[in-house]
């Protein structure tokens, strides 16, 4: 949110730092003029926006949004709800899920938020800290203070990298990020394109760790760059980083629609007969259950501080190896067991299998932010290829036990096949569940925030919380729309996978490397872009094409 208070260029603190500030014996008492401040935050704004720096553009809150899927940060937990109006305008996602330093607007008896902070400048070792801050302290060495021109609405969100993550907990997010819900869908992947259709899982692993490659390449190729949209814009200008910046949004917002249309079908495979008849609106269990889920994850979207849910959510790794070892349990312990040798190849619905296999690898979004967080940079490679192998392996095994278990009657989600009298069936069914509460927030916000950052800062100056409260809202609920709209997740996670996935992970790597290092690659590596651009192309286009003629026709019927 842009908000101008004063006249000045001011840094932004909220009041549990300048607490903390006093703990650590920070000197308030002396306050620089205001003709000091102007010519530090002067020389601080031209610091940031030298040459290679990417922090200027739409969406400034990328970075700090995303990294909440590479790292793991203390929990802390703060809710939206205050006594007042008034506290609410000075600390609800004032500097909330991306570090976002906001001025608010302050009346004259209000403890003021905006201060000058010359203890940043006479101590710039001394590490600032923030329960409101979602993303892991930042070494002290590699601090320094975010500022905001107030007679401008340009807010810079950017803050210097910490590279403080070490190989096992950089192949940790990195699998967090790989294997998710996709890995509920390849025995029904499996089952559309038949026993050859998983070579194509494995082509687009080749292809998708080769172009995460790419991306390090880029990122290499000049200071200043750490993002994806940094990638597009360092490729092809500001229209190269608006584009790729809208789809990263859309893929967010369209795995937010996947989560409630996963919750209702799992739920209501558990219940039933659940139903609702209110004001003359019947809703069966389906709808009965994606609303109930909707207004469940509703107060995670309203808080100020997703550092908890974070914590939580990284345990999306553990879920999804519970959820698969449930599955083998089931399998050969409870001797479910393997009842058909399935179709070699089957054409009609490889298409669609082709937008579920693409969807498993979907995480390029975030390898930037993982590699710009290592300690040891060059380790990123051995990263990448660990989390490739493991995830593939997983989602290959996945995808050939269920589909020996199930054969043609495999839903879009294993976890809807398996016994409900069975115990490993029902820690399935509720891991399965359980683990879309914790990660609906943190998808969501990037997208929340990007477009609290399109509002006039003219329009913020009173109530800014009014705005963040009022875009959650609309975002969650019209995820609701969407899924109750389109509730086929098979279909729908194919057509991500076509549409997005596509252009995220072979299509955009392959033309921003050639954009940005040309005249330094060599023939082989242009005749291998070439050949991933083009088999991104074909598969975007073949996929798309049918998951929407699916869809349509699932709708008509």
């Not at 205050?82 to 991306?98: D, H, V």
């Not at 190989?167 to 819900?181: P, S, W």
């Not at 082509?203 to 597009?232: A, K, M, N």
Request: with cysteine; charged share 15%; net charge neutral.
């Amino acid at each position: 949110m842009k908000n101008s208070a004063s006249d000045h260029s001011l840094y932004i603190e909220s009041e549990e730092e300048e607490d903390e500030e006093k703990v650590f014996g920070r000197n308030g008492g002396e306050e620089e003029d205001d003709n000091g401040n102007d010519s530090d935050s002067s020389a601080e704004i031209q610091q940031q926006n030298q040459p290679g720096s990417y922090n200027t553009s739409w969406p400034q809150s990328y970075r700090q949004s995303i990294d909440l899927y590479s790292s793991v940060p203390s929990p802390s937990l703060t809710f939206l709800g205050t006594p007042t109006l008034q506290r609410l305008s000075s600390s609800f996602l004032s500097s909330s899920l991306t570090r976002r330093h906001t001025p608010e607007s302050l009346s004259s008896v209000t403890k003021p938020l905006l201060q000058t902070d010359q203890a940043d400048e006479k101590q710039p070792h001394q590490q600032r800290r923030s329960s409101y801050a979602l993303l892991p302290p930042i070494p002290p060495s590699r601090r320094s203070s975010s500022l905001i021109k107030a007679s401008k609405s340009h807010v810079s969100h950017e803050l210097p990298t910490s590279r403080n993550s070490s190989f096992t907990q950089a192949v940790l997010n990195g699998m967090n990020v790989l294997c998710g819900v996709g890995i509920l869908s390849t025995p029904y992947a499996a089952k559309e394109g038949g026993w050859l259709g998983l070579s194509i899982l494995i082509i687009f692993g080749v292809l998708s760790f080769y172009t995460g490659l790419l991306l390090r390449r880029c990122l290499d190729s000049e200071p200043g760059l750490q993002t994806y949209p940094d990638i597009g814009q360092a490729a092809f200008g500001t229209a190269g980083r608006l584009v790729i910046s809208i789809i990263l949004y859309v893929e967010l917002y369209a795995s937010c629609v996947e989560y409630i249309i996963l919750e209702g079908d799992n739920l209501s495979s558990l219940f039933p007969n659940a139903h609702l008849s209110f004001c003359g609106f019947n809703l069966n269990s389906h709808h009965l259950f994606a609303l109930m889920t909707t207004l469940a994850v509703l107060p995670t979207v309203w808080l100020r501080d997703l550092r908890v849910l974070s914590y939580i959510s990284a345990g999306g790794v553990i879920a999804s190896v519970l959820v698969v070892l449930c599955l083998f349990w089931v399998g050969l312990i409870d001797q479910v067991g393997f009842h058909t040798k399935g179709t070699t190849l089957n054409l009609t619905g490889l298409p669609v299998a082709i937008g579920l296999y693409g969807f498993c690898y979907s995480g390029h979004a975030v390898f930037p932010n993982i590699y710009t967080s290592m300690e040891k940079p060059n380790q990123f490679p051995k990263v990448l290829l660990t989390c490739f192998l493991i995830c593939t392996s997983m989602y290959a095994g996945v995808a050939v036990m269920g589909y020996t278990m199930f054969g043609e009657s495999t839903s879009s989600q294993f976890t809807l096949n398996m016994p409900q009298g069975l115990v490993a069936s029902k820690i399935a069914v509720w891991t399965t569940v359980v683990n879309p509460f914790t990660k609906y927030a943190l998808t969501i916000s990037p997208v929340a925030l990007s477009l609290e950052e399109l509002i006039p800062s003219k329009h913020l100056r009173s109530h800014p919380h009014i705005y963040a409260i009022c875009i959650r809202t609309v975002l969650t609920f019209s995820t609701l729309f969407v899924g109750l709209a389109i509730p086929f997740f098979g279909l729908v996670m194919s057509l991500i996978g076509s549409l997005l996935a596509m252009l995220v992970a072979l299509i955009f790597p392959c033309a921003c490397f050639l954009s940005i290092l040309r005249g330094k690659v060599t023939r082989f590596q242009v005749c291998v872009c070439i050949i991933i651009i083009m088999v991104g192309v074909i598969s975007s286009v073949i996929g798309t094409y049918s998951a929407l003629s699916k869809i349509i026709e699932s709708l008509r019927s």
